[in-house]
């Protein structure tokens, strides 16, 4: 359809007079959605379950403080304070059962009052909602990726410690321990550690609860395992291997000298790629028990050129080898062992996604519960975001080699730009409850996706 230039283009000289006044606005009316999902999940009634044992004196429930901050991470806030620019919104309050939200103060009183048992069980709940989620899929495999990040502070916080931290070299920090399901890009569980311990800290018996908690959760499916070279040793493969567990581990060359020999003195190489090739062979390091299966690689390379940078175009490059070792008991050939393995690179991107849309590194209180309410808290936010698009959709892809997540997700962030920060208003005409929101057919259609999906009322006013 073809417009004039006269219907298309219009004067916009004067600012238009401000006026703020108490009205029935919300600047997030695509949290309808959300609310559809914490009624489905019924949130709200198993996060109180969790607090119950809590003093409940106070006018916001800890369960209330909660739900109050995976809110405030879906919508893209980060400092407690941030919720000053949103208290009065009309649907944020309906979606927390509220006429009025807490202040700052008294969020971080909550926080700093919880205690350890509030953690564990709020830390028992995340895992039973993607427990549910991993039912309703009926997998053969779950893949498991285990790594830790840090999470560092400025200030003084209960329970962290000065580590190594190659981003903020002498900060403090916390250092937990992640277990993420590759299926679904979910964090399965978390241990939540000082800044100041190795990778492997407390990794076996953490690694051994999760394996069990989804064989009894699951059972018949079959467990696999990723890991990066921090958590190679023999207790750790034994442990992989006895609980019938398929892994890969990266081989440190550091800690084995006898692996330099070993590449150096090989002369054929087998390639299954262009620019990769391996060998592989049962080796035992001298004080293990007993040989495993290592899978040398090397992979072709560009070096790089470290002299007089030269303007011309032609600058000859020299080709060279990076190695690489990885141990496993997978018995499939060397090129899905490797596909496998390389897999493990989403988990550093759900790493990046937690840290950036829901303020995983975010350390709000000086108390070390709260920063772990906090956390979990984050946690939940994430795992619900993945839920959301879970439930609107079937699953997008096969399983793979690399193991990528079975849907294409959206990343929060464009949930939160494309549909929850639509300006709305509530009203009740003919005293029904309505929310009138631009008239966008793109907004319209996908929050009715959504609410379809989850088993909503649809009503739409004509």
């Given at each position: 359809?073809?417009?004039?230039?006269?219907?298309?283009?219009?004067?916009?000289?004067?600012?238009?007079?401000?006026?703020?006044?108490?009205?029935?606005?919300?600047?997030?009316?695509?949290?309808?959605?959300?609310?559809?999902?914490?009624?489905?999940?019924?949130?709200?009634?198993?996060?109180?379950?969790?607090?119950?044992?809590?003093?409940?004196?106070?006018?916001?429930?800890?369960?209330?403080?909660?739900?109050?901050?995976?809110?405030?991470?879906?919508?893209?806030?980060?400092?407690?304070r941030?919720?000053?620019?949103?208290?009065?919104?009309?649907?944020?309050?309906?979606?927390?059962?509220?006429?009025?939200?807490?202040?700052?103060a008294?969020?971080?009183?909550?926080?700093?009052?919880?205690?350890?048992?509030?953690?564990?069980?709020?830390?028992?709940?995340?895992?039973?909602l993607?427990?549910?989620?991993?039912?309703?899929?009926?997998?053969?495999?779950?893949?498991?990726?285990?790594?830790?990040?840090?999470?560092?502070?400025?200030?003084?916080?209960?329970?962290?410690?000065?580590?190594?931290?190659?981003?903020?070299?002498?900060?403090?920090?916390?250092?937990?321990?992640?277990?993420?399901?590759?299926?679904?890009?979910?964090?399965?569980?978390?241990?939540?550690?000082?800044?100041?311990?190795?990778?492997?800290?407390?990794?076996?018996?953490?690694?051994?609860?999760?394996?069990?908690?989804?064989?009894?959760?699951?059972?018949?499916?079959?467990?696999?395992?990723?890991?990066?070279?921090?958590?190679?040793?023999?207790?750790?493969?034994?442990?992989?291997?006895?609980?019938?567990?398929?892994?890969?581990?990266?081989?440190?060359?550091?800690?084995?000298?006898a692996?330099?020999?070993?590449?150096?003195?090989?002369?054929?190489?087998?390639?299954?790629?262009?620019?990769?090739?391996?060998?592989?062979?049962?080796?035992?390091?001298?004080?293990?028990?007993?040989?495993?299966?290592?899978?040398?690689?090397?992979?072709?390379?560009?070096?790089?050129?470290?002299g007089?940078?030269?303007?011309?175009?032609?600058?000859?490059?020299?080709?060279?080898?990076?190695?690489?070792?990885?141990?496993?008991?997978?018995?499939?050939?060397?090129?899905?062992?490797?596909?496998?393995?390389?897999?493990?690179?989403?988990?550093?991107?759900?790493?990046?996604?937690?840290?950036?849309?829901?303020?995983?590194?975010?350390?709000?209180?000086?108390?070390?519960v709260?920063?772990?309410?906090?956390?979990?808290?984050?946690?939940?936010?994430?795992?619900?975001?993945?839920?959301?698009?879970?439930?609107?959709a079937?699953?997008?892809?096969?399983?793979?080699?690399?193991r990528?997540?079975?849907?294409?997700?959206?990343?929060?962030?464009?949930?939160?730009?494309?549909?929850?920060?639509?300006?709305?208003?509530?009203?009740?005409?003919?005293?029904?409850?309505?929310?009138?929101?631009?008239?966008?057919?793109?907004?319209?259609?996908?929050?009715l996706?959504?609410?379809?999906?989850?088993?909503?009322?649809?009503?739409?006013?004509?």
């Amino acid at each position: 359809m073809k417009h004039s230039r006269s219907a298309v283009h219009q004067k916009t000289h004067a600012l238009p007079l401000l006026r703020f006044d108490d009205c029935a606005l919300t600047s997030f009316a695509g949290l309808v959605i959300v609310q559809a999902l914490l009624s489905r999940l019924q949130l709200k009634e198993r996060l109180r379950a969790c607090m119950s044992h809590l003093p409940a004196k106070a006018i916001f429930g800890h369960h209330v403080v909660i739900l109050l901050l995976v809110v405030h991470l879906w919508l893209g806030y980060r400092e407690l304070r941030d919720l000053r620019y949103y208290r009065d919104d009309i649907l944020v309050q309906r979606l927390l059962g509220l006429r009025c939200l807490p202040d700052v103060a008294t969020v971080s009183r909550a926080l700093a009052s919880a205690d350890a048992a509030s953690v564990a069980k709020l830390r028992r709940l995340c895992r039973e909602l993607v427990v549910t989620r991993l039912r309703t899929l009926g997998l053969r495999r779950l893949t498991l990726d285990f790594d830790g990040s840090v999470l560092s502070t400025s200030r003084h916080a209960e329970g962290s410690a000065v580590g190594f931290n190659k981003q903020k070299k002498g900060a403090r920090s916390y250092y937990p321990l992640f277990c993420t399901v590759a299926q679904v890009g979910q964090v399965f569980d978390v241990l939540h550690r000082p800044g100041n311990v190795h990778d492997s800290h407390d990794a076996q018996q953490f690694i051994r609860d999760c394996v069990q908690r989804l064989r009894s959760a699951l059972p018949g499916v079959r467990l696999e395992a990723r890991l990066d070279s921090a958590f190679f040793s023999q207790d750790i493969l034994r442990l992989l291997d006895t609980a019938g567990v398929e892994f890969t581990i990266s081989v440190p060359f550091e800690r084995l000298a006898a692996l330099k020999t070993l590449v150096e003195r090989r002369r054929h190489w087998w390639p299954f790629d262009r620019n990769w090739a391996y060998f592989e062979q049962r080796w035992q390091p001298k004080s293990w028990a007993a040989p495993a299966r290592f899978v040398f690689l090397r992979q072709r390379v560009v070096q790089q050129h470290k002299g007089p940078l030269q303007l011309d175009l032609f600058v000859p490059h020299q080709l060279g080898y990076e190695f690489t070792v990885l141990v496993t008991n997978k018995r499939t050939w060397v090129r899905h062992v490797v596909a496998f393995h390389h897999g493990r690179g989403a988990q550093e991107k759900l790493f990046g996604e937690l840290k950036t849309h829901v303020q995983l590194d975010y350390v709000p209180v000086t108390t070390c519960v709260g920063n772990q309410l906090f956390l979990w808290s984050a946690v939940l936010a994430h795992n619900l975001a993945r839920e959301l698009q879970m439930a609107a959709a079937p699953p997008q892809r096969a399983t793979t080699a690399k193991r990528a997540a079975l849907w294409v997700f959206q990343e929060l962030h464009t949930l939160r730009r494309n549909l929850l920060q639509r300006a709305g208003r509530l009203t009740r005409p003919a005293g029904r409850l309505t929310l009138t929101m631009n008239a966008n057919a793109a907004v319209r259609d996908e929050l009715l996706h959504y609410l379809h999906a989850l088993g909503a009322q649809e009503p739409i006013a004509t």
